[in-house]
């Protein structure tokens, strides 16, 4: 008898419902300049409706308020968007309807709008309270899906992002300005159609991952429908986002595939410097079948070798002039969901946040120390945000990282506060939640407006 998908049990199986709690238990003292709210995303699918993979779970988010030293509430509502509704992806005259998306990666804030994202579809407003607003097409202009991993230029107050698809136009990058207005869209021209999960920007340019994971159509309906392509190639495009019509330049790297950057920048000498979480492809693929598997045989095996799989974080240096990118790991332990100082996008960060396993892991990428702070076994550990420290000057980690941790049985969760410039210390503050929450994908802290 098939065994129930991996990606339905333990610390990844679904709630049921949406609940309210008020005045959450705190262990610790939390920060009092930490007033607003964390809101985190991930799938999580109706009753009685199991999905094919883990990554095409409805969006769920949950949602933890923070005010003068105490945890106000908790509350968890899915992302009611045209999918959840059932609606027919197609429209009446036969063209995809963006508003079909999951909603279930990201959630953004942006010139005073909440957004979750999904690359697949629009993005869905909400508001503070987690109530959906609409699908957001920004007037009319977006006309492509848009990536869950959009960045705002800290300097302009930009954001830029971008939508592949999976026939022509394969890949369109779009700009905002800071007051939320679509001003910018151009095509960008690459082979076929892949799955871009993440990009870069810099000062002056983007930074394109034009990586092997390709689409395949006789995979639709039944799982993601992207398998990894030796025969696509693998390339890094450097491309200005100052120039309408600036040329992409290409850089040829080793096979690989990326999920998510953690930052980039531009060096003394004019070189585009990329940090970012890199799979070689037996890891990748270990990764990435395991979701599907639902034989009792196979199930255990591939959930091993799942758990074995290495990604790391790596840097390519791109450098303009010879035209040559050099690789190198920068730690052979396996991380992911790589988070900065949002005030550093695209201007060099010296310090990275990830996560390994059950540690949060913090990088100072100039000086090459590496601490972390280990949390039980027993535990999965979230993305770790960081939100700055807000009195006076401060140096790059003066703030504090915010995560959900959950039980490997899912049974019961916790939002965890540390002291970003000192780690392994662990946390400050642990808010116990009222339910266990499935381990997700991407959060951000929304900071209170100033009165």
């Known amino acids: 008898m098939p065994q129930t998908p991996a990606h339905m049990t333990g610390h990844l199986a679904p709630v049921p419902d949406e609940i309210d709690a008020a005045d959450l238990p705190v262990t610790g003292t939390l920060p009092p300049e930490l007033n607003g709210r964390y809101i985190r995303n991930g799938p999580n699918p109706l ?17 933890v308020r923070l005010r003068d030293g105490r945890a106000e509430w908790y509350r968890n ?18 063209t995809p309807d963006l508003s079909i998306s999951a909603a279930n990666t990201h959630v953004i804030g942006h010139a005073g709008r909440i957004l979750a994202l999904e ?47 999976m026939v022509p136009p394969y890949l369109t990058y779009h700009r905002l300005d800071a007051s939320g207005e679509l001003v910018h869209s151009r095509e960008i021209t690459v082979p076929g159609g892949t799955m871009m999960h993440d990009f870069a920007i810099t000062e002056h340019h983007v930074v394109w991952l034009d990586l092997p994971l390709t689409f395949r159509p006789e995979l639709v309906g039944k799982t993601m429908p992207y398998q990894w392509d030796d025969g696509y190639g693998a390339r890094l495009g450097v491309m200005r986002h100052d120039r309408p019509d600036a040329p992409v330049r290409w850089f040829d790297v080793d096979p690989c595939y990326v999920f998510h950057v953690g930052d980039a ?3 003394a000498s004019g070189r585009i410097v990329l940090n970012a979480v890199r799979y070689a492809r037996a890891d990748f693929t270990a990764l990435w079948n395991t979701p599907d598997i639902t034989d009792d045989a196979a199930g255990p095996a591939a959930a091993a ?34 988070t900065l100082d949002d005030e550093r996008v695209g201007r060099g960060a010296r310090y990275l946040y990830a996560v390994a396993g059950p540690e949060i892991v913090k990088y ?39 995560t959900i941790t959950t039980t490997l049985d899912g049974s019961a969760s916790r939002l965890l506060v540390l002291d970003a410039s000192d780690v392994a210390a662990g946390p400050v503050a642990t808010v116990h939640l009222p339910r266990g929450v499935p381990t997700g994908f991407h959060g951000t802290w929304f900071p209170d407006e100033p009165s």
Request: no cysteine; proline share 8%; aromatic share 8%.
């Open 47 to 63: 009753p009685g409706e199991p999905s094919d993979h883990w990554f095409l779970g409805h969006g769920m988010l949950h949602g």
């Open 77 to 94: 509502r899915w992302v009611r968007t045209a999918y959840l509704a059932g609606r027919p992806e197609l429209r009446p005259d036969g």
């Open 119 to 165: 690359e697949g579809g629009l993005p869905y407003e909400v508001t503070p309270e987690l109530d959906t607003v609409g699908a957001h097409d920004f007037g009319g202009r977006l006309t492509t899906a848009m990536t869950a991993h959009p960045k705002q230029d800290p300097a302009t107050g930009e954001l830029h992002f971008f939508g592949y698809g």
């Open 265 to 267: 920048h531009e060096d």
């Open 305 to 338: 070798a799942a758990s074995s799989a290495s990604a790391l974080l790596h840097r390519w240096t791109l450098d303009p002039v010879t035209g040559v990118a050099k690789e190198e790991t920068l730690d052979d332990r396996s991380v992911e969901f790589p």
């Open 364 to 402: 100072d990428l100039s000086g090459g120390e590496v601490t972390a702070h280990a949390l039980p076994e027993s535990t999965s550990t979230g993305e770790a945000v960081f939100v700055p420290a807000t009195s006076g000057p401060r140096r790059e980690d003066d703030g504090w990282l915010i």
